[in-house]
């Protein structure tokens, strides 16, 4: 349901208590004393029909009783009782609640229900919103809110805390309260039976008293609703997150590396970094992101330098900035010569920079003017440990103006209690970030960096992939079929090959042989030396078995690795039955690099992919690296930037890269793959072996099932929806109508410096120039769950693809509304391609569900008006100068509007 009602639920006008009481120490009074002492300003009605009066107010013995439906009701009776109680307040018109009551997951004797479901059905006709059950309640302070049973009230200010744990939400509401941090909602989610996080994050993303979204989650339940408005509010504000459970769980059987290698909070981990949110480790390193977020200004890179009055610290930050990945700035040699100038001769003469133990303030000036002008400087570090020779205070009096205004952000560490207090609020009152230790500062530093780095992947344009991938979706569903239908879960080793071949995925050519006489026979063909294994469906790591032989070289030398090899499995594995072997011609690559790529599922977020070094001992070297699909090459690439032998496949001493667009390209097929065919439920390319000559699978293990969900559906991020591409003819031309991709950046830039500067104005009623390339990701970098834009495609006389227009749709989270805009190169007006834009762009809507799509058109726009009467939009209003259309895409086609044809 999403945004529905929460405006009830957040900034409620009135405000109803169900359960209230005097009874010393209970939930009703407690609750009731915070209601009263929040400093709401509208009516707070009590509801118990033993009390005529509760906390000195009117009590009212029943919902029907009340003066009329409050806009939120607070529940904190007996669990058999709140989904009568939800039934009268929906009733009655109360479209937001907050259940307090714990035990609704209790089944009812009658028929079995859970109180938790029945709630929900009593709450669903009425669209009443329900937050919780089982949960502390919520604080909005900014209108005087405190409808919770927590033990303090939150200061006001502008971060946005939401937590599943209740005994956590208060323990931090205590914790920010003795540390002045205010809150503009504080809120606890309980179970989570409605409001979750994808609905609370898609309101606090466009709520202009939230400055950033602080999440602590134990559990996703609706993963696409989650990464939509995740991804979504990431854009606008901060989202930082602290994830329960990182702890692995127990080990699991999985047929593959992949399957054991994917664990779920690396899983979680890459669904956060997609979204472009920021995860920290401990509640504490939240607030302190939230701060830091607030008051470093941006940088772009990880280079850090370091200034200190000592070694030691200067040491500590550096252990810690290697061990969080990020790197010392190297000093220009213009920097080495400035710093020579105003530093003792027994200075460090490098990064860290020490001023020695006895630096007066001015000294710390001089050195930092170098520092923060450095352009080989990303950010810096200052470092103080107090001594008796210049008091702290003085040194941030001196220091705090110049490095406000510094042209490179900077953070500060005033190391000790007493001897820096005062200095330490010098800075912070100046707006520099402030810590205790310098492992925490370097930490905030390298927070900022992966904050920057998630928000760049949001950003980020991805090369094209090459026409000529076309996936033979058809040819992997009939493997997989036949398979199930032979009642195997495990694709034999040619089976695996085949299906990777029909996504591209270059494989090397294998034979089955089932006795010596076929493995000679397949030898001669494919040409010595060759590869033999073992073909065993009960046999998944054959190289446990010692059913693996490589680089055979001769006939003879063939015949006996077959009898050793049957021998071997044999005895390891005498259950186990023997089909026969694969003879694959050997792969001589000498510098080559064993990798892994595969598919594992999750039960949350679906299909994942992982990447990281492979061969025999891949798990416990545990390189690896897990993305959701769909994949594009930046993507692609991040996902292998993630890994340690990242750096090794950039080439290193006589060895050259490797061919970086091929295993990009090969990571983006296999994620096709994942998300074309449901019943891949692990996947296992092992070794993938890659040089500057391309990638190839040597082998690979696939396991199936019969798919429950099919469809995109069961990805956390809807993928590009290909079969929404369409022919269509315009004045002679064949167009491609097709959504919009990451890739379209540059062909959609081409297209806006073709549209005039009035046509501009009046598309985005505001004259503009040139768009900047963050509003041109944002344009062409879509979520398809929420929005669609559909371009037209053409060539031009050169015979390369240009775009003619495009018509775009943003729905609202519960697909309820979307809002439309159409825009058509300047060249090609009024001759019809609006009209073939906007009709696909209905066509989607309606068969999607959404009730409603609307627009605002400027009332000079004569020709977008016409075109809204032509396809069925009426006038809903008019106002300074704007004129708002309408469309109801589920009822009969409405009369036409009336506006003045264009001249």
């Known amino acids: 349901m999403s945004t529905r009602n929460l405006d009830s639920l957040l900034h409620p006008r009135s405000v109803a208590l169900i359960g209230a009481s005097d009874r010393p120490r209970s939930l009703g009074a407690t609750v009731m004393r915070n209601l009263l002492r929040g400093g709401f300003s509208g009516p707070i009605w009590p509801v118990n029909p033993k009390r005529t009066r509760v906390a000195g107010v009117h009590c009212f013995p029943g919902i029907a009783g009340l003066p009329e439906a409050p806009d939120l009701a607070v529940i904190c009776t007996p669990a058999p009782t709140v989904p009568a109680i939800v039934a009268q307040l929906g009733a009655r018109g109360t479209r937001a609640a907050v259940v307090l009551t714990a035990g609704l997951e209790a089944r009812r004797p009658a028929d079995g229900r859970s109180h938790a479901t029945v709630m929900l059905e009593a709450a669903r006709p009425h669209l009443l919103r329900i937050l919780g059950p089982n949960c502390v309640g919520l604080l909005v302070p900014g209108v005087g809110l405190n409808a919770s049973f927590a033990h303090a009230a939150a200061l006001p200010g502008t971060l946005a805390f939401i937590a599943q744990s209740g005994a956590l939400t208060t323990a931090m509401l205590d914790w920010a309260r003795a540390r002045g941090i205010g809150f503009s909602h504080f809120i606890s989610l309980g179970n989570s039976a409605d409001v979750d996080f994808g609905d609370l994050l898609d309101h606090l993303a466009s709520d202009p008293g939230t400055r950033a979204i602080l999440l602590y989650i134990e559990s996703i339940r609706h993963a696409r609703k989650f990464m939509s408005a995740a991804r979504a509010a990431a854009r606008n504000k901060p989202v930082i997150v602290v994830k329960a459970g990182r702890a692995p769980e127990a080990a699991k059987a999985a047929a593959s590396h992949t399957g054991a290698l994917a664990g ?301 090899m049957l021998g071997r499995c044999r005895e390891l594995r005498p259950a186990a039955r023997l089909e026969g072997f694969t003879v694959q011609r050997m792969v001589r690559r000498g510098g080559a690099h064993e990798l892994i790529a595969g598919i594992a599922s999750d039960a949350t977020f679906g299909p994942v992919i992982l990447f990281g070094q492979g061969g025999t001992a891949v798990e416990a070297i545990a390189d690896e690296a897990i993305a959701l699909p769909p994949l594009n090459r930046a993507l692609a690439a991040d996902l292998i930037g993630r890994t340690r032998i990242a750096r090794l496949l950039a080439g290193y001493r006589d060895r050259p890269p490797v061919d970086h667009a091929a295993l990009e390209l090969a990571l983006v097929q296999l994620a096709q793959l994942a998300a074309d065919v449901p019943e891949i439920i692990e996947l296992d390319i092992n070794p993938l072996l890659v040089d500057e000559q391309g990638a190839i699978a040597l082998d690979a293990r696939v396991r199936v099932a019969r798919a429950p969900e099919r469809g995109a559906a069961r990805l956390a991020i809807r993928p590009y929806p290909r079969e929404l591409e369409e022919r269509a003819e315009f004045e002679g031309r064949e167009l491609l109508l097709r959504p919009i991709r990451p890739e379209d950046r540059l062909l959609h830039e081409a297209f806006l410096a073709r549209i005039s500067p009035e046509d501009m104005r009046t598309r985005f009623f505001r004259t503009v120039r040139t768009l900047p390339g963050s509003e041109l990701a944002r344009l062409t970098q879509i979520d398809y769950e929420r929005e669609m834009a559909f371009i037209a495609l053409g060539v031009d006389e050169r015979g390369d693809a240009e775009t003619l227009g495009v018509a775009r749709a943003h729905t609202d989270p519960e697909n309820h509304a979307a809002e439309f805009a159409v825009l058509v190169r300047s060249d090609l007006k009024g001759r019809g391609l609006g009209s073939i834009l906007l009709a696909k762009l209905v066509r989607y809507c309606r068969a999607r569900g959404t009730q409603i799509l609307h627009g605002e058109v400027l009332a000079e726009n004569a020709r977008m008006l016409h075109l809204a009467e032509a396809s069925g939009f009426r006038v809903e209003s008019r106002d300074a100068g704007c004129v708002h259309v309408r469309l109801e895409l589920q009822a009969p086609a409405a009369p036409p509007l009336s506006v003045p044809r264009p001249s």
């Open 264 to 564: 779920a909070d690396e899983i979680y981990d890459a669904a956060f970094r997609r979204a472009g949110m920021l995860r920290v480790d401990t509640t504490r390193e939240l607030f302190q992101a939230a701060e830091t977020l607030a008051r470093l200004r941006p940088f772009e890179g990880r280079r850090l330098a370091i200034l200190s009055n000592g070694g030691g610290p200067a040491v500590m930050a550096t252990d810690e900035l290697a061990a969080r990945g990020g790197a010392l700035a190297r000093l220009t040699p213009e920097t080495l010569a400035a710093l020579d100038a105003v530093l003792p001769a027994i200075w460090s003469r490098g990064n860290p920079v020490d001023v020695i133990g006895d630096a007066p303030a001015e000294r710390y000036l001089e050195a930092l003017g170098p520092l923060v002008t450095d352009p080989g400087v990303d950010a810096v570090l200052f470092l103080h440990a107090p001594t008796a020779i210049v008091p702290a205070s003085t040194i941030a009096r001196v220091c705090a103006p110049a490095l406000a205004a510094a042209g490179r952000p900077v953070l500060a560490c005033w190391m000790g209690a007493a001897a820096v207090r005062h200095a330490t609020k010098i800075f912070t009152e100046a707006g520099i970030p402030t810590y205790e230790t310098p492992e925490e500062a370097v930490s905030a530093f390298m927070q900022m960096v992966r904050f920057r780095e998630n928000q760049r992947q949001l950003m980020e344009t991805p090369p094209s992939i090459p026409e000529s991938f076309v996936p033979d979706a058809a040819a992997a569903q009939r493997l997989i079929d036949a398979a199930l239908a032979a009642g195997r879960e495990l694709l034999s080793e040619p089976e695996s090959k085949q299906l990777l071949g029909t996504y591209g995925i270059p494989v090397v050519e294998t034979r089955i042989a089932r006795d010596l006489g076929e493995v000679q026979c397949a030898a001669r063909e494919l040409g010595f030396p060759v590869a033999l294994k073992i073909l065993s469906p009960d046999i998944t790591h054959k190289s446990d078995v010692g059913g693996v032989a490589l680089d055979i070289a001769s006939p003879d030398a063939l015949e006996a690795a077959v009898d050793a």
